[in-house]
């Protein structure tokens, strides 16, 4: 028996937004490399996302080991873009806090007629 070398196909995939996500389910790759980095192992981490195969764990910590420097500053920018969106919402719910407070105050200062 002849054993064929193939090179495996990637389980990942691109979303539109930029994130990297393990293909066929909503798991972002960063949430494998961060439990691996924990010391989680492909098949707990199976365990804990039932979308992901064993094999697609084991597949994505392969390529995090063999593009470390790419994936984590991939993982870097991912994590500035949160702290952006983070901020943002941040913002917005001062802003409506605001808002209703001087709504508020409005409404205490007016005389009824």
Same mark, same amino acid.
């Given at each position: ?31 494998? *490399?961060?439990?691996? =980095? +924990?010391?989680? %192992?492909?098949? #707990? ?9 064993? $094999?697609?764990?084991?597949?994505? *910590?392969?390529?995090? =080991? +063999?593009?470390? %420097?790419?994936? #984590? ?9 949160? $702290? ?9 719910? +001062? ?19």
């Amino acid at each position: 028996m002849t054993l064929t070398l193939e090179p495996p196909v990637l389980p990942m995939t691109l979303t539109p937004h930029g994130v990297v996500l393990v293909r066929g389910t909503r798991v972002p790759i960063e949430t494998l *490399i961060t439990a691996f =980095l +924990q010391g989680d %192992t492909p098949e #707990e981490m199976a365990q804990n996302f039932p979308t992901v195969s064993v $094999a697609d764990a084991y597949a994505v *910590i392969a390529y995090y =080991l +063999q593009h470390q %420097t790419a994936v #984590e500053q991939y993982l870097e920018e991912r994590g500035q873009r949160r $702290a952006e969106v983070q901020a943002r919402v941040e913002a917005q719910q +001062q802003l409506h806090g605001l808002r209703a407070r001087l709504l508020a105050r409005q409404a205490a200062h007016e005389t009824p007629r």
